[in-house]
């Protein structure tokens, strides 16, 4: 069996591009989720077990709100439903990131008077995001 060393990664140093434009600044959050899908196979006698199905993947980008041209908001209102490259790195310097296609969607805009205005979108991907891209 062989022992693997654990090597987190962190956000403190990440990078975030979308298409050919460098987001980093705006972004506070980069998550890729899985959806996996399943159902039991049931035979006679009350057998059951269960049946891979596939995955579907999201990425959800947590941003602030800017409305000034080329921003991160603005961008994602203006490109909705167009595909793009995501690139995630970690930490610069990490050695690896993930690469993923996604389709563009844009996230709320406005809020409450709390503070800074931050905003969500969620991108369904086209297939599976690729960990241990070159940055």
Same mark, same amino acid.
């Given at each position: 069996?062989? %022992?693997?060393?654990?090597?987190?990664?962190?956000?403190?140093?990440?990078?975030?591009? +979308? =298409?050919?434009?460098?987001?980093?600044?705006?972004?506070?959050?980069?998550?890729?989720?899985?959806?996996?899908? *399943?159902? *039991?196979?049931?035979?006679?006698?009350? *057998?059951?077990?269960?049946?891979?199905?596939? +995955?579907? *993947?999201?990425?959800?980008?947590?941003?602030?709100?800017?409305? %000034?041209?080329?921003?991160?908001?603005?961008?994602?209102?203006?490109?909705?439903?167009?595909?793009?490259? +995501?690139?995630?790195?970690?930490? +610069?310097? =990490?050695?690896?990131?993930?690469?993923?296609?996604?389709?563009?969607?844009?996230?709320?805009?406005? =809020?409450?008077?709390? =503070?800074?205005?931050?905003?969500?979108?969620?991108?369904?991907?086209?297939?599976? #995001?690729? #960990?241990?891209?070159?940055?």
């Amino acid at each position: 069996m062989a %022992t693997v060393d654990l090597q987190p990664i962190t956000l403190r140093d990440a990078t975030l591009t +979308v =298409g050919d434009d460098d987001f980093t600044a705006a972004v506070d959050q980069v998550t890729f989720t899985p959806e996996v899908r *399943w159902s *039991w196979a049931e035979r006679l006698g009350g *057998w059951d077990f269960p049946v891979f199905e596939g +995955v579907r *993947w999201t990425c959800v980008l947590g941003f602030a709100q800017d409305l %000034t041209e080329g921003s991160l908001t603005r961008y994602l209102i203006e490109h909705a439903s167009e595909r793009r490259t +995501v690139l995630f790195t970690p930490e +610069v310097g =990490g050695g690896s990131a993930v690469l993923a296609e996604v389709m563009l969607t844009p996230g709320k805009v406005g =809020g409450d008077t709390s =503070g800074v205005l931050i905003s969500e979108a969620t991108m369904p991907l086209f297939g599976d #995001p690729v #960990p241990g891209a070159e940055s």
